[in-house]
Nanobody, 121 residues
Framework: QVQLVESGGGLVQPGGSLRLSCAAS????????MGWYRQAPGKQRELVAA???????NYADSVKGRFTISRDNAKNTVYLQMNSLKPEDTAVYYC???????????????WGQGTQVTVSS
């Protein structure tokens, strides 16, 4: 069974920084793309940033230049460094991993439980 566990959320003032971490554990053969999504109250879940196993990255326009995604393949962990945070970044942030549990299985999407990020003075 695969688990994704996020950490690092919290309350921060506008202009501040936070670093989110997400560790995948369990029966994992390989992880393809890992990413971060967020969902604000009353809004749909949206992609924030994603990173492939090779290190290629993709960011939402709203976070380009402020957020940086990275991963440690040896630890099956993905990070999101968030700088210059704005009130509109307030949301629950979810980790996502596209992975195989064994060499014969297909790729499946797994999600973390979410971590709250609140940007407020």
């Amino acid at each position: 069974q695969v688990q994704l566990v996020e950490s690092g959320g919290g309350l921060v003032q506008p202009g501040g920084s936070l670093r989110l971490s997400c560790a995948a554990s369990g029966s994992i053969f390989s992880i393809n793309t890992m990413g971060w999504y967020r969902q604000a109250p009353g809004k749909q879940r949206e992609l924030v940033a994603a990173i492939t196993i090779g290190g290629s990255t993709n960011y939402a326009d709203s976070v380009k230049g402020r957020f940086t995604i990275s991963r440690d393949n040896a630890k099956n962990t993905v990070y999101l460094q968030m700088n210059s945070l704005k009130p509109e970044d307030t949301a629950v942030y979810y980790c996502n991993a596209d992975l195989r549990e064994d060499p014969e299985s297909e790729l499946y999407d797994y999600w973390g439980q979410g971590t709250q990020v609140t940007v407020s003075s």
